[in-house]
């Protein structure tokens, strides 16, 4: 028996050793160097150890594995050489263990997930326990990276071009069921029990073995990349992988360049092949910047990071939500949903009931899907109170306003409310536009009032940006943390000011685009680009969707004095097609947009007339630089002007609650992936050319002088 830091080896009484992974020191078991290390060393004994038969690798921890120790990839060591040849000698060291003869089998007990389902296909049969919690696959695209632990290689010999290809780059994770339908594991048990008794039966059945790759004749599932099949998938996958990455992902072009180059090959020169486009994919500042914000800085927000360190725990188990529209009915649902007892109030009971029946509509399609079973969906609906009567909110932690965007309403329903929540509760306004502070004068506890921001539609939008007004409390902010972590979203903090960071920015998002469109750029151009520089909508269309019409009024709010040269440009641009044409947006069928019945939308044809444009006017690089400067130019002035208290909280908002790019790593990650002297310099070039609202603010000079970066 050895047991250390990583892991426990036995050898049983049959001559069937197992290699128990447990990462006593950590959250769960990771991928790293000095774990394989040990890992090889032991299995390697093992294969010498004449009494041993075969070995079975498993989980003494939460998780089989859960991936690779991304703090590893997330700075690797400066000697790139030096890292391949790491690399390539674990591939050697695996390769022996693989052809040794003597069997190994995974009996997957948690999930196993990239770095961890690879080591699992090192093996030779890969059982699993049938438990629903449990996840396995192949990630890793997700954060600029790819299988490169032999992931490419050895799926694809055991699955076939196609589905490995696709579930990698799609980053797919499967459920047990779903495993085995896709050949990642070969059978399920029900039990820990049956799982380790069926591996040791298969060891000791099968006293000889060699992986498939390594069988004379092994032909790769569903045809080679010369068959018809493999000529046709790759020539698909590759203009796919275009269409929807435009070459802004390399973690996923060198996934396929792996398997493409590699699959022909014997196992050991495409291992080698796999190595050397990985080490691309480590080092490329694209993976940097997805493990950064898409892992660290989501992690932490998910735990909460943003909270006052010296405030207790809050926990929310009664809430009340004023409003059941849109906004109020998907707050009850996700708070209904987290065991959470919620009072759904509205003027009308129909109007709260009908806020209650969103809920029971998710509920039920979850039920069809077989996720939830009756009891479950009832429980939940149980959980959801609808009202007319302020009364009802008493005893509730946290009140949540979702009413009307009217700032005396939202003063009536405040008070009606303060009038029976308990001193010491909180009360949050969902607005999306007026300053909590304004709001707060409302109230007569303005210490326990603040902002939580939810995103349409709540059930499927992660952030919530939490609003500090000038008198909220370290208390209140701690309440409003802790109530987004319960739900099992991200919150992000920032500070008061109209629009907040997220809705400030992506204001200038759309503003952008409208000046565009103005200046005289095709509208096509205007939102193919915005979406080749990886913003998931363009402007024009996006703009379409929050409905021009809500546009306007938001501008209207904010006051035309307080107005730049470029606002009332794109105020003339949506007044214009409001005012006088009636084109709204998406939901009267017209804007930007011609929305027919049964056809797809496309740009409205009299938008060339309406705004005269020219293809040459500018390059596409220019205006899709414009549109991502405007955007990290102006979550730096929030910075500047405390709306953001920090880097972490924009670069994960502008991920989450705008969809910028993710290779960038966010608004300010983005302007070191720029380098900003080179940002600055044609941040200048813009705002000579197109305006003021390029205009680079001093402390931004001053760091770039100072030689620092972001990150
Ligand atoms: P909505 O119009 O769908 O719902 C508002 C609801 O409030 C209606 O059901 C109305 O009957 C109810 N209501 C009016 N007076 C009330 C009172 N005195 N007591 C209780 N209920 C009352 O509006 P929506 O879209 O849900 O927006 C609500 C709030 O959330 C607004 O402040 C809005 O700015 C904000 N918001 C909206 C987002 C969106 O995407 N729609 C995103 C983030 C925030």
């Given at each position: 028996?050895?047991?250390?830091?990583?892991?426990?080896?036995?050898?049983?009484?049959?001559?069937?050793?197992?290699?128990?992974?447990?990462?006593?020191?950590?959250?769960?078991?990771?991928?790293?160097?000095?774990?394989?290390?040990?890992?090889?060393?032991?299995?390697?004994k093992?294969?010498?150890?004449?009494?041993?038969?075969?070995?079975?690798?498993?989980?003494?921890?939460?998780?089989?594995?859960?991936?690779?120790?991304?703090?590893?990839?997330?700075?690797?060591?400066?000697?790139?050489?030096?890292?391949?040849?790491?690399?390539?000698?674990?591939?050697?060291?695996?390769?022996?263990?693989?052809?040794?003869?003597k069997?190994?089998?995974?009996?997957?007990?948690g999930?196993?997930?990239?770095?961890?389902?690879?080591?699992?296909?090192?093996?030779?049969?890969?059982?699993?326990?049938?438990?629903?919690?449990?996840?396995?696959?192949?990630?890793?695209?997700?954060l600029?990276?790819f299988?490169g632990?032999?992931?490419?290689?050895?799926?694809?010999?055991?699955?076939?071009?196609?589905?490995?290809?696709?579930?990698?780059?799609?980053?797919?994770?499967?459920?047990?069921?779903?495993?085995?339908?896709?050949?990642?594991?070969?059978?399920?048990?029900?039990?820990?029990e049956?799982?380790?008794?069926?591996?040791?039966?298969?060891i000791?059945?099968?006293?000889?073995?060699?992986?498939?790759?390594?069988?004379?004749?092994h032909?790769?599932p569903g045809?080679?990349?010369?068959?018809?099949?493999?000529?046709?998938t790759?020539?698909?996958?590759?203009?796919?992988?275009?269409?929807?990455?435009?070459?802004?992902?390399?973690?996923?072009?060198?996934?396929?360049?792996?398997?493409h180059?590699?699959?022909?090959?014997?196992?050991?020169?495409?291992?080698?092949?796999?190595?050397?486009?990985?080490?691309?994919?480590?080092?490329?500042?694209?993976?940097?910047?997805?493990?950064?914000?898409?892992?660290?800085?989501?992690?932490?927000?998910?735990?909460?990071?943003?909270?006052?360190?010296?405030?207790?725990?809050?926990?929310?188990?009664?809430?009340?939500?004023?409003?059941a529209?849109?906004?109020?009915?998907?707050?009850a649902?996700?708070?209904?949903?987290?065991?959470?007892?919620?009072?759904?109030?509205?003027?009308?009971?129909?109007?709260?009931?009908?806020g209650?029946?969103?809920?029971?509509?998710?509920?039920?399609?979850?039920?069809?899907?077989?996720?939830?079973n009756?009891?479950?969906?009832?429980?939940?609906?149980?959980?959801?109170?609808?009202?007319?009567?302020?009364?009802?909110?008493?005893?509730?932690?946290?009140?949540?306003?979702?009413?009307?965007?009217?700032?005396?309403?939202?003063?009536?329903v405040?008070?009606?409310?303060?009038?029976?929540?308990?001193?010491?509760?909180i009360?949050?306004?969902?607005?999306?536009?007026?300053?909590?502070?304004?709001?707060a004068?409302?109230?007569?506890?303005?210490?326990?009032?603040?902002?939580?921001?939810?995103?349409?539609?709540?059930?499927?939008?992660?952030?919530?940006?939490?609003?500090?007004?000038?008198?909220?409390?370290d208390?209140?902010?701690?309440?409003?943390?802790?109530?987004?972590?319960?739900?099992g979203?991200?919150?992000?903090?920032?500070?008061?000011?109209?629009?907040?960071?997220?809705?400030?920015?992506?204001?200038?998002?759309?503003?952008?685009?409208?000046?565009?469109?103005?200046?005289?750029?095709?509208?096509?151009?205007?939102?193919?680009?915005?979406?080749?520089?990886?913003?998931?909508?363009?402007?024009?269309?996006?703009?379409?969707?929050?409905?021009?019409?809500l546009?306007?009024?938001?501008?209207?709010?904010?006051?035309?004095?307080?107005?730049?040269?470029?606002?009332?440009?794109?105020?003339?641009?949506y007044?214009?097609?409001?005012?006088?044409?009636?084109?709204?947006?998406?939901?009267?069928?017209?804007?930007?947009?011609?929305?027919?019945?049964?056809?797809?939308?496309?740009?409205?044809?009299?938008?060339?007339?309406?705004?005269?444009?020219?293809?040459?006017?500018?390059d596409?690089?220019?205006?899709?630089?414009?549109?991502?400067?405007?955007?990290?130019?102006?979550?730096?002035?929030?910075?500047?002007?405390?709306?953001?208290?920090?880097?972490?909280?924009?670069?994960?908002?502008?991920?989450?609650?705008?969809?910028?790019?993710?290779?960038?790593?966010?608004?300010?990650?983005?302007?070191?992936?720029?380098?900003?002297?080179?940002?600055?310099?044609?941040?200048?070039?813009?705002?000579?050319?197109?305006?003021?609202?390029?205009?680079v603010?001093?402390?931004?000079?001053?760091?770039?002088?100072?030689?620092?970066?972001?990150?």
């Amino acid at each position: 028996m050895i047991k250390n830091e990583v892991l426990e080896y036995n050898v049983d009484q049959d001559g069937v050793a197992i290699i128990s992974i447990n990462m006593v020191n950590a959250p769960t078991n990771l991928f790293s160097f000095p774990f394989i290390k040990t890992y090889l060393e032991i299995a390697q004994k093992a294969v010498e150890d004449e009494q041993v038969k075969g070995l079975i690798i498993t989980s003494g921890h939460r998780d089989f594995m859960a991936g690779a120790d991304l703090r590893m990839l997330l700075s690797p060591p400066e000697d790139k050489q030096a890292f391949l040849d790491d690399i390539l000698l674990m591939h050697q060291q695996f390769r022996n263990l693989e052809t040794c003869g003597k069997p190994f089998v995974a009996a997957i007990n948690g999930t196993a997930l990239g770095g961890g389902y690879e080591l699992a296909l090192t093996c030779h049969k890969r059982f699993a326990l049938n438990n629903p919690k449990l996840k396995i696959g192949l990630p890793e695209v997700q954060l600029g990276l790819f299988p490169g632990g032999g992931g490419t290689q050895r799926l694809t010999r055991l699955i076939g071009i196609a589905p490995a290809l696709t579930n990698i780059l799609q980053a797919r994770q499967f459920r047990p069921a779903a495993a085995l339908e896709e050949n990642y594991v070969d059978a399920l048990y029900d039990t820990n029990e049956e799982l380790l008794a069926a591996a040791k039966t298969w060891i000791l059945e099968n006293p000889k073995v060699a992986q498939a790759w390594d069988q004379r004749g092994h032909k790769v599932p569903g045809g080679g990349l010369m068959s018809k099949n493999g000529v046709q998938t790759m020539a698909g996958a590759i203009g796919n992988l275009r269409k929807k990455t435009h070459g802004n992902y390399p973690g996923a072009q060198y996934a396929m360049a792996a398997i493409h180059d590699g699959i022909e090959l014997p196992i050991d020169r495409a291992l080698e092949i796999e190595a050397r486009y990985f080490v691309g994919a480590v080092y490329s500042p694209e993976a940097k910047n997805m493990i950064r914000t898409g892992f660290f800085f989501m992690n932490e927000a998910k735990k909460g990071k943003a909270r006052p360190k010296d405030q207790a725990f809050y926990p929310v188990k009664k809430i009340g939500i004023l409003g059941a529209g849109m906004m109020g009915a998907g707050i009850a649902y996700v708070s209904a949903k987290r065991g959470m007892d919620v009072v759904l109030k509205d003027i009308s009971i129909e109007g709260a009931e009908k806020g209650k029946a969103y809920s029971q509509k998710i509920l039920a399609k979850q039920q069809s899907k077989g996720r939830l079973n009756a009891e479950q969906v009832q429980a939940t609906l149980d959980k959801i109170k609808t009202t007319v009567e302020a009364s009802d909110l008493e005893g509730c932690d946290l009140v949540i306003e979702a009413v009307f965007e009217n700032q005396a309403l939202k003063a009536k329903v405040t008070a009606e409310t303060e009038a029976v929540l308990a001193e010491n509760k909180i009360y949050a306004s969902n607005t999306s536009t007026i300053p909590i502070t304004l709001l707060a004068q409302a109230s007569k506890r303005p210490e326990n009032f603040i902002g939580i921001h939810f995103f349409s539609p709540v059930d499927k939008m992660p952030l919530v940006e939490i609003i500090v007004g000038e008198k909220t409390s370290d208390y209140a902010i701690a309440a409003a943390v802790d109530y987004v972590t319960q739900i099992g979203k991200v919150p992000i903090v920032v500070n008061d000011s109209r629009g907040f960071f997220t809705s400030r920015v992506f204001g200038v998002y759309t503003g952008e685009g409208a000046l565009l469109l103005e200046e005289g750029v095709p509208p096509v151009m205007i939102d193919n680009i915005a979406k080749r520089v990886g913003m998931p909508v363009g402007p024009l269309a996006v703009t379409d969707e929050v409905a021009l019409s809500l546009c306007l009024h938001v501008m209207d709010a904010a006051g035309e004095d307080k107005w730049s040269d470029a606002e009332k440009r794109i105020y003339a641009v949506y007044a214009k097609m409001v005012r006088e044409l009636g084109r709204e947006g998406k939901k009267v069928g017209k804007g930007f947009y011609d929305y027919p019945e049964n056809a797809k939308k496309h740009m409205w044809k009299g938008l060339e007339e309406l705004f005269p444009s020219n293809v040459d006017y500018l390059d596409g690089e220019t205006v899709g630089k414009r549109l991502l400067h405007r955007m990290a130019l102006e979550s730096y002035r929030c910075l500047d002007e405390s709306v953001l208290r920090t880097t972490k909280d924009g670069d994960l908002g502008s991920l989450l609650g705008f969809g910028f790019p993710p290779y960038t790593g966010g608004v300010f990650a983005y302007i070191d992936y720029v380098g900003l002297d080179k940002f600055i310099v044609e941040c200048d070039d813009f705002a000579n050319r197109f305006g003021a609202r390029f205009a680079v603010p001093d402390s931004l000079r001053q760091r770039a002088k100072d030689g620092k970066t972001f990150y």
